[in-house]
């Protein structure tokens, strides 16, 4: 139904006047400029008066149906709540608990943040090693020399550093 409906968010909005004055005003420009937003309104108003003109009677009494049958299978019935205390040394150890978990939770972060203010080791080291290579490249391949059809063309390659 609602790709018939492709508007009913909005419709119901506006007729349950949850739209606030300026989306209320916004939306009736919209509805007297496109005429199927237009038809779209007038279809849900027209079922909306149908179901309160034809169906009232007949949906109160099966809602009614409905709710006794419930009320006779205690759905409604209210469980007693069992009220159950606490010994002092469950009170005590939960204590404990909770301050451990507090001082766990402060340490990882304080490990966590320390990591980050660190950098990564492993990346400057690569950085050192590997920019260092890549400089050499390109004068070890100007050494190197192919034959190329009776000619001997020298390879450049640009340095390119590691990130």
């Known amino acids: 139904m609602t790709h018939d409906l492709p508007n009913l968010d909005k419709i119901d909005a506006y007729l349950n006047d949850v739209l606030s004055a300026d989306e209320r005003a916004k939306f009736e420009q919209e509805l007297a400029a496109d005429p199927s937003l237009r038809r779209e309104f ?18 109160k009494a099966q809602i009614g149906a409905a709710h006794s049958e419930l009320a006779t299978e205690g759905f409604f019935a209210k469980p007693e709540a069992k009220i159950v205390e606490m010994k002092a040394a469950q009170r005590g150890m939960r204590r404990v608990l909770a301050v451990a978990a507090s001082v766990l939770l402060l340490v990882a ?49 640009p340095a390119s550093p590691l990130r």
């Open 42 to 59: 007038d279809l849900v108003q027209d079922m909306l008066g149908g179901v309160e003109l034809a169906g009232d009677e007949a949906l």
């Open 109 to 157: 972060a304080g490990v966590w943040w320390w990591s980050k203010s660190q950098g990564n080791p492993a990346q400057e080291v690569a950085k050192q090693y590997l920019y260092a290579e890549s400089t050499k490249l390109p004068t070890l391949l100007d050494d190197i020399s192919a034959p190329v059809l009776g000619k001997t063309t020298a390879h450049a390659v």
